[in-house]
């Protein structure tokens, strides 16, 4: 493992808000949010804003540390490096507020960092981003829980927290919905060698972008998606796909001895079953990793052991499990997965 190097494992986070949208302006909520407004959101966090493309339910933007999505009434905020994420809650906040929408619900979740000592406040521990959050969002989000889920894995947990204004049988929690986030560790090296750029070649990230989506199958995992991909020099790649009122994403550093790679999708109950495990079966075989962990959030049964028998036909074994109740997310299960030939 490198003494030091760039952090591959995401902070997320998502907001929602409520508030009387207006239909003259065709109901677009917070994508009204003027484009130097969200510059301001994101110059708190430390990064930019490299590509970016939008359809009549969302739009997305494909960072220089991973990827925003803003919806009417939800914004989902997702960055790696030193970025310094949870600075966007106050702005967020204020320019919503600006637009009449308020703060609803909250969620943070964030796996363990490869190089914790580099992060930066308030990221420094899960407790002082713990403090942080609680100290920025209003008074009312007063149903909070905050909890660090366990595996077998010294070097994976899931950090969660959540909070909402509205108390548990209030919330309206679309049950069929749900969120999996994979992160891979240990890339297959040859595999991650094609999210290298080609030295002296003179092509733009753009461009870079989606030739390693075509090279990699990257672009066969949801044929149905539309890829906006970015490819960094002199190496790592980003891509959001969007697909009707979905997104999916994906981001890897691609470096030996710290190499990682993220893919997130949402889902319904009402698909088609084995369309989550043809999806996940994908998206982990272009990298084919020795350890997977897998957070599937607002799920049911169905879903969690779904994910789990994807990834079997891959040569990875669940080491551990852990199942958590949220307020406003629902059930968060856990799993983690290493080669089988580990013991």
């Known amino acids: 493992m490198a003494v030091s190097g760039f952090e591959g494992f995401e902070k997320r986070l998502e907001l929602h808000f409520f508030g009387d949208i207006d239909e ?4 677009l909520g917070l994508r009204l949010l003027e484009f130097e407004s969200l510059e301001q959101v994101l110059f708190a966090v430390q990064c930019t804003v490299v590509s970016a493309v939008g359809n009549p339910f969302f739009d997305a933007y494909v960072l220089s540390e991973s990827s925003l999505f803003v919806y009417p009434t939800k914004i989902i905020i997702k960055t790696c490096g030193t970025t310094q994420l949870l600075k966007s809650i106050p702005p967020l906040i204020h320019f919503a507020n600006n637009l009449g929408l308020h703060l609803q619900t909250c969620r943070y979740t964030r796996g363990n960092f490869i190089f914790p000592k580099a992060q930066p406040f308030p990221h420094t521990s899960f407790k002082e981003e713990v403090i942080y959050i609680e100290q920025n969002i209003p008074i009312n989000i007063c149903y909070r ?9 010294p070097a994976h947990s899931w950090h969660v927290f959540t909070a909402t204004c509205l108390p548990p049988l209030e919330f309206p929690h679309d049950d069929a919905a749900f969120t999996v986030e994979v992160c891979m560790t240990e890339l297959n090296r040859h595999l991650a060698r094609q999210f290298f750029m080609k030295s002296g070649d003179g092509k733009t990230g753009d461009i870079g972008g989606k030739e390693m989506t075509e090279l990699t199958g990257i672009d066969t995992i949801n044929p149905g998606a539309f890829i906006c991909d970015f490819a960094f020099d002199p190496c790592g790649y980003s891509m ?3 697909d009707g009122d979905r997104y999916s994403t994906i981001h890897v ?18 698909d088609d079953p084995d369309d989550i495990v043809v999806t996940l079966k994908k998206a982990v075989q272009v990298f084919m990793p020795e350890t997977v962990s897998v957070s599937t959030t607002g799920c049911s049964r169905e879903v969690w052991t779904k994910v789990a028998h994807a990834f079997e036909p891959l040569g990875l074994k669940c080491r551990s499990f ?6 406003a997310a629902g059930t968060i299960v856990f799993q983690t997965f290493t080669a089988a030939r580990r013991k």
């Open 240 to 242: 959001n796909g969007i």
């Open 24 to 27: 003259d302006d065709n109901m």
């Open 145 to 153: 829980k905050a909890s660090v889920m366990p595996s077998k894995l």
């Open 322 to 327: 852990a199942m958590d109740e949220f307020p």
């Open 253 to 270: 550093t691609p470096e030996d001895g710290f190499s990682y790679a993220s893919f997130e999708c949402i889902g319904s109950v009402y």
